[in-house]
């Protein structure tokens, strides 16, 4: 039989001992009858006892079975509705029972999983400690009102962090981030384990602003803490996170250092938004960093100033953008041996049409923080590889280098998109460089190298630019396929001044002609500079020396004024 139309009357269920009672009852009913031998209207009543008490009896059966699947439909109709927490009230002996008790196992599993996900989506994997969400969320609670007036934010970097990942590995920087992390709550005078989870019984975040002190880590190797007025003077707390940092960590045998550069931001007082709340703690923390490290700084009407200036510069930067007003110059680079122009460098340029000239140096760091490196990078990688197509076509195959920022270089489609790019202009891949530097090479390494045997495989070739600035492992360095490498100009500064300065240069160079890589220098300022570079053996060059960055209309002339020079040099 098909299943259209049935009713409740459909519904297998089997009454077991019920049944057996209704049967039970009808024979003694009859037997009742016979043996008493009744007649009339006795007889009558006898029948119809046994025709309405079995009756009577499935009324009943049926009414509680129709109350219990009604429980059972409230429960499911709830879990439609996203309430996960009412119970399933249905208790039977039958297979309405049966089924609610696998349903219940249902959404006990379902509530387990939805816990994980929530801490799986609101807690660092590192440390446990609440994440940037949850910052966000607290503080947007507090900018909300909830009877909380004041609050300090503290915006906590860790000094020299990046020195331990290169020198120790990631797992003894976990752990590092794992027993700051109980530094910082013990300088706090509270244990990890006694914090404010700001979460509910069901992973949700609370909706009420923080109560007690938050910790939470909010990206590599920097954490937020919260402290509600009630936690003590906000300036004596920081200078015991600070001084229980300077203590060495001692993780597997091995004493490390790191220290801590803290920003300090108050509610109200200094912002009321969270963004603002944390971009003015930010700012103070780079302040605390730039005048010396391991300091705390409180946020200050200069600095207000400053961060709305940089916002102001941040919304022209994305009007530039949006608008195409980014420009690029290019400066040329040299052979040593015979000063021929071998290669550009693309250099990002804006000019505001109220400032004026806009150096890299300002804008690029505001790109970096508001996340529109990935946008500003695509756009000077076109335009370069447009250039360089229109210089193939005026018959001048000059190779093009130019900067991938670590938000592009950990992308993944990042090949792919480079290589459209490449196809739409018809440039040949070997004509181009892409310049990482020394920290994105030393970052995360497996997928550092990963990156760069895709470029390699792809044909385009790769500089490790600002060599010289980071802390290497040379072991590893020597397993990364670049071409190319490009001395930092703090090595070039006083090569000419400081016998040890020269020394480190000629060892720097030596090793990277052993690795098989071409050496750049750049920076170069001076004659005698240059002279001790071309001595040590040096294979190309790049300075105000020998050329400024430029329009790309000058560059044609640059290089055949040194081709020309360079044939000059040969007749002689």
């Known amino acids: 039989m098909g299943s259209k139309g049935k009713g409740l009357n459909s519904i297998p269920v089997r009454f077991g001992l019920m049944g057996s009672m209704i049967g039970g009852l009808a024979i003694l009913g009859h037997l009742w009858v016979v043996e008493a031998g009744f007649g009339g209207w006795q007889i009558g009543l006898a029948i119809g006892l046994c025709i309405l008490l079995p009756a009577l009896i499935m009324v009943l059966a049926a009414g509680n079975l129709t109350s219990q699947i009604a429980a059972l439909h409230r429960s499911t109709e709830a879990l439609v509705a996203g309430d996960f927490n009412t119970p399933v009230d249905v208790d039977c002996a039958c297979e309405v029972g049966g089924l609610a008790d696998s349903f219940r196992k249902m959404v006990n599993r379902l509530n387990s999983n939805i816990v994980r996900m929530n801490v799986l989506a609101y807690s660092d994997g590192v440390t446990g400690l609440p994440n940037r969400a949850v910052v966000f969320h607290l503080l947007s609670r507090l900018s909300n009102g909830g009877g909380i007036n004041r609050a300090t934010v503290l915006f906590i970097d860790l000094d020299g962090f990046k020195r331990v990942n290169d020198m120790h590995g990631h797992e003894t920087g976990d752990e590092l981030l794992r027993r700051v992390s109980v530094r910082i709550a013990k300088a706090l005078g509270r244990r990890l384990d006694e914090l404010e989870t700001c979460m509910t019984p069901m992973g949700d975040l609370c909706d009420e602003p923080p109560r007690d002190t938050v910790i939470a880590r909010v990206s590599g190797d920097e954490f937020v803490v919260i402290l509600p007025q009630s936690s003590g003077n906000p300036e004596e707390l920081c200078c015991a996170i600070l001084e229980s940092l300077m203590e060495p960590f001692e993780i597997d045998s091995a004493k490390v250092h790191v220290g801590a550069s803290i920003g300090l931001a108050r509610f109200p007082e200094d912002a009321k938004s969270p963004e603002d709340l944390l971009n003015l703690a930010d ?56 000063l021929s122009c071998v290669a550009v460098e693309a250099l990002a340029r804006w000019t505001h049409p109220e400032r004026g000239s806009i150096s890299p140096e300002v804008f690029v760091p505001i790109a970096e923080q508001a996340g529109l490196m990935p946008l500003l990078g695509a756009a000077v990688f076109e335009k370069a590889i447009k ?169 044609p002339a640059v290089v055949a004024r040194s081709r020309f020079d360079v044939a000059d040099l040969k007749k002689a």
């Open 283 to 338: 700012l103070a923390m780079y302040e605390a960093k730039r005048t010396g490290r391991g300091r705390m700084v409180a946020v200050s009407a200069a600095l207000r100033a400053q961060w709305r200036d940089r916002r102001d510069v941040e919304g022209d930067l994305r009007r530039a953008m949006e608008c195409n007003e980014i420009t690029l110059a290019y400066q040329p680079r040299f052979s040593t041996t015979d």
């Open 387 to 555: 250039q360089c197509s229109i210089w193939q076509r005026q018959g001048l195959s000059l190779s093009v280098s130019v900067n991938v920022s670590p938000a592009e270089f950990a992308d993944t489609n990042l090949v792919p998109r480079l290589l459209t790019i490449l196809k739409k202009y018809r440039v040949d891949p070997n004509l181009v460089e892409i310049e990482i530097t020394e920290t994105m090479a030393m970052g995360d390494f497996e997928s550092t190298q990963e990156q760069m045997i895709a470029l390699r495989s792809a044909g385009l070739k790769i500089a490790i630019d600002d060599f010289g600035t980071g802390y290497s492992n040379l072991s590893q360095l020597s397993r990364l396929p670049y071409t190319s490498m490009k001395l930092d100009r703090s090595l070039i500064l006083d090569i000419t001044s400081r016998d040890s300065s020269l020394d480190i240069f000629r060892a720097v160079t030596g090793m990277a002609k052993a690795l098989g890589h071409v050496t750049i220098a750049e920076g170069i300022e001076t004659q005698e500079q240059y002279d001790a570079l071309a001595e040590i053996g040096c294979d190309e060059v790049q300075g105000f020396l020998f050329a400024k960055p430029m329009h790309p209309d000058a560059i």
